[in-house]
């Protein structure tokens, strides 16, 4: 069946950097983009970007510019999402999750928390 | 950016009662609006695609309608196991942009 598995959790001190991995299967990886998704506790879902697993174009939103980079390995079917200078408001559950461009998300990631203490 | 803002916050419903949450986008979406269930500590589900086309799989209980800027998302005959979070979700324009929740609550 369709599916993302990601990562285990992790615990990460201020400035440091964590990079989360999503593997997709039971479809084409390539066919797909893959969006990203994090919940701090107690809120709501914000979209961190987007990535194109078919020609790696990506997009991401604007208050994580420079801090964030989204990439894919298609020989594993692994999009990979890499969060650097990390402080205390970054503690979120990470999720990936299929998109295709302008459309929805219809399978997701049991998500990731990332821990953000010193 | 799009903003979306969801009403009621928070819902408190008995079972068999009807359950109505709006979605109202700061532009016209066209019919680019989806709707998510999240149940605590689970990942989101979808549950309705393109405004009113039901996802595989969900209840047939579960329906939504709208265009443009106002949406609503409908749950007939409220069930206990449909006590969650609701978020309705944009895709008409980057960056793509969520509501910001309304809880449902089982009396």
């Known amino acids: 069946q369709v599916q993302l598995v990601q990562s285990g959790a992790e615990v990460k001190k201020p400035g440091a950097s964590v990079k989360v991995s999503c593997k997709a299967s039971?479809?084409?990886?390539?066919?797909?983009?893959i969006s990203w998704v994090r919940q701090a506790p107690g809120q709501g879902l914000e979209w961190m970007g987007w990535?194109?697993?078919?020609?790696?174009?990506?997009n991401y939103a604007q208050k994580l510019q420079g801090r964030v980079t989204m990439t894919t390995d298609t020989s594993t079917s692994t999009a990979y999402m890499e969060l650097r200078s990390l402080r205390s408001d970054d503690t979120a559950v990470y999720y990936c999750?299929?998109?295709?461009?302008?459309?929805?998300?219809?399978?997701w990631g049991k998500g990731t928390t990332v821990t953000v203490s010193s | 950016e799009i903003v979306l803002t969801q009403s009621p916050d928070f819902q408190s419903v008995t079972p068999k009662e009807k359950v109505t949450i709006t979605c109202r986008a700061s532009?016209?979406?066209?019919?680019?609006l989806h709707w998510y269930q999240q149940k605590p500590d689970q990942s989101p589900k979808l549950l309705i695609k393109?405004?009113?086309q039901s996802f595989s799989g969900v209840p047939s209980r579960f329906s939504g309608s709208g265009s443009g800027t106002d949406f609503t998302l409908t749950i007939n005959s409220l069930e206990a196991e449909d006590a969650a979070t609701y978020y309705c979700?944009?895709?008409?324009?980057?960056?793509?942009?969520f509501g910001q929740g309304t809880k449902v609550e089982i009396k």
């Open positions: 999750a299929r998109w295709t461009i302008f459309s929805y998300m219809d399978v």
């Open positions: 039971g479809y084409t990886f390539t066919s797909y983009g």
């Open positions: 990535i194109s697993a078919y020609n790696g174009n990506t």
């Open positions: 532009q016209s979406i066209g019919s680019s």
């Open positions: 393109y405004a009113s």
């Open positions: 979700h944009q895709s008409s324009s980057l960056p793509q942009t």
